[in-house]
């Protein structure tokens, strides 16, 4: 009975052993298994990070395109109201250019005209300063046939023209000059009273005359203008402050 005792005891010891050690191999195992998976399960969290990352990436650049994208559409619509008005301003420039060209073939004539109507006029006004005032007439006609000038300046000189026409009418001025008496030239000292008055005084101070717009000629004038004369060239030449002055002016004659 012992000896049996002994062999069960022996027999069940050994198979505890197996038991164990086939207990343990499988926990190292599962073990080994679960280390597996856990890090499975981290790799794969760390695509999905990856992958979220992108996905924010990609949101944030989808984002500051479609800002780009909103900007662009407000430049663009700012460019077509510009080429619009351009547009617009371009159909008024032709239509004013065919204008011009119509005007240019109106204005032309008239400019001819008015040349024309002032040399006309300097021809029979007062004889002042007879060589500047035709010197300007002539250069105006020379003007009217050069193409390399615009109907814009010319138009511009002519009226430089009458203006400085019209105000010889309005101004006082002295200047010197040559005067033909009797067959000589004599130098003198001219006043222009507007158009109103044109007399003469010598050098010397002998000799006065003013012009006689109704003979168109010159005549003597009497020695008692002579300080009136002097004092009038002293004002037109700013050495005198201004004052009344006497001048010989024509009577007016009834028109038949």
Known sequence: MQVRTRNILAA?????G???GASAAAIDGALDKGVQRAGKAQQS???????DNSIRAAEREYRGLMKEVDGLNVYIAQLDRQLNAQQEELVGIEESIKNVTLVERQITPLMLRMIDAIDQFVAVDV????????KRMNALKDL?????????????????????????????????????LNGLEREVDF??????????????????????????????????????????????????????IQVPVAAPQEVK
Do not use: C, H
């Open 12 to 16: 069940a010891i050994l198979a505890g």
């Open 18 to 20: 197996v038991v164990m």
């Open 191 to 244: 006043l222009r009273v507007g158009r109103i008055a044109l007399m003469y005084q010598s050098l010397d101070g002998e000799e006065l005359g003013v012009w006689n717009t109704a003979a168109s000629e010159w005549q003597a004038l009497d020695k008692s203008y002579k300080s009136k004369l002097m004092a009038g060239i002293r004002i037109a030449r700013e050495q005198a402050a201004p004052a009344l």
């Open 127 to 134: 004889p002042f300063l007879k060589d500047d005032r035709t």
């Open 144 to 180: 009217m046939g050069r193409s390399d000038v615009t109907v814009a300046e010319k138009y511009r000189k002519v009226m430089e023209a009458y203006q400085t026409e019209i105000n010889y009418g309005r101004t006082i001025e002295s200047y010197r000059g040559t005067l033909s």
């Open 45 to 51: 969290q760390q695509k999905i990070d990856a992958v």
